[in-house]
């Protein structure tokens, strides 16, 4: 039997893609293959509600395990919060809903070592074939992009107290910068359980897990929430673009294989926020009349770089970040940010600024070295930015 799709690689975007198909396309007949014991691996995916329209909210509504009304920053010189909406997706309540909506077209523990754009083989030998193959097992190393990195470990923390915190922190710098700019994320999951994360704009993506640990605790210690148990960790290491060469990444890695997520280059360019351009992607391909492995790959390659060419103003506000001034003194930029109107601030982290937004983020007192400031609107040497 030949499938119509084949999604090689059970995390956020090629779950979503199937979850979406299998709700608006009954009539296809799809297979998911995750390498891992389940769907989803061990992550926290985290939105605003101004990413998403009204109809993907409704859709992605069972993906949804907590919701706060708003959330709190924390800079050397700016306190603040705001009344934005912001949700996350726990990867324990994303691999139950796609469990439940896929049944047996979700194979778990079943690692692909060939992907074809017409056939994956595995590792028991058996090959599975397709009209259209999905590569959606993470970001592919290219040197066609000029990458600056976002790194984290978190660990889920059941406190000894209940800790009180009634919203999430995205933010906290008051800490020691140190390895580019460093801050906590903290969100309340009940009330005696916290996810917190350390966090650091990079320059390199090496992580010294115990050593993140140990500032976790150490933090959590601070604040007065006494950890009486460590439920789970999480680390990642998220890119973030600086420049490149679409055209050239899409060259690399399987030829004609279609891709999604991180390995479409389909994540917000600085935040590193990658739920909501895998709900755009599933509402894309779900409208295609077409999904024979060259349409579909030709449309998500055109989706790409129609989306890279809309985030060009993000890659050069990164280049603000990583390369106008000392890696200590990156927090300046952010704080800044943060003082934007609400509004503005939510424009951002949906990929919609106005040219009002871009202005006010780059006209007056810059926040970096002017010269700095100079050095970061030069694109990546050699390639298109």
Not at 88 to 101: G, H, I, N, T, Y
Not at 160 to 180: C, E, K, N, S, Y
Not at 212 to 241: D, F, H, M, Q
Request: net charge positive.
């Amino acid at each position: 039997m030949t499938l119509d799709l084949l999604f090689v690689g059970g995390g956020l975007a090629n779950g979503l893609l199937a979850y979406r198909l299998a709700e608006t396309r009954p009539d296809l007949t799809l297979l998911v293959l995750e390498s891992g014991a389940c769907a989803g691996g061990n992550h926290t995916w985290s939105f605003h509600e101004g990413d998403l329209t009204p109809g993907q909210h409704a859709w992605i509504a069972p993906f949804v395990s907590h919701r706060w009304p708003g959330y709190d920053v924390a800079f050397p010189g700016l306190r603040r919060g705001l009344g934005l909406p912001y949700l996350s997706v726990s990867s324990s309540r994303f691999a139950q809903v796609l469990r439940d909506r896929l049944g047996a077209r979700l194979r778990c523990e079943s690692a692909a070592t060939l992907i074809e754009p017409l056939r994956a083989a595995l590792g028991n030998g058996d090959t599975i074939e397709a009209r259209a193959v999905v590569d959606g097992r993470g970001p592919i190393t290219s040197a066609a992009l000029e990458l600056g990195f976002q790194k984290f470990l978190g660990l889920e923390i059941r406190t000894r107290a209940p800790h009180r915190l009634a919203r999430p922190i995205l933010m906290d710098a008051t800490v020691p910068q140190q390895d580019g700019y460093r801050f906590v994320y903290v969100l309340p999951l009940a009330e005696d359980r916290l996810l917190v994360e350390d966090t650091y704009y990079a320059d390199g993506a090496a992580l010294d897990p115990d050593a993140l640990r140990n500032r976790v605790l150490a933090y959590a210690t601070g604040r007065g929430w006494e950890p009486a148990e460590i439920l789970r960790s999480e680390t990642g290491v998220l890119p973030v673009v600086l420049g490149g060469d679409i055209a050239a990444f899409w060259r690399d890695g399987s030829s004609g294989v279609p891709r999604s997520g991180l390995r479409a280059g389909l994540f917000h360019p600085t935040t590193g926020y990658s739920l909501p351009e895998a709900v755009r992607l599933a509402d894309r391909v779900a409208t295609l009349p077409d999904l024979s492995a060259p349409a579909l790959h030709a449309a998500i390659r055109a989706w790409s770089v129609r989306r890279w060419q809309e985030q060009s103003f993000f890659r050069l506000l990164n280049r603000m970040l990583f390369r106008a001034g000392p890696p200590a003194e990156r927090f300046r930029v952010l704080q800044r940010f943060y003082g934007l109107p609400e509004p503005a601030i939510g424009r951002f982290y949906a990929g919609r600024l106005t040219m009002a937004d871009k202005l006010r983020l780059l006209v007056g007192r810059p926040p970096v070295p002017v010269l700095g400031a100079a050095r970061a609107l030069m694109p990546f040497t050699g390639t298109h930015a």
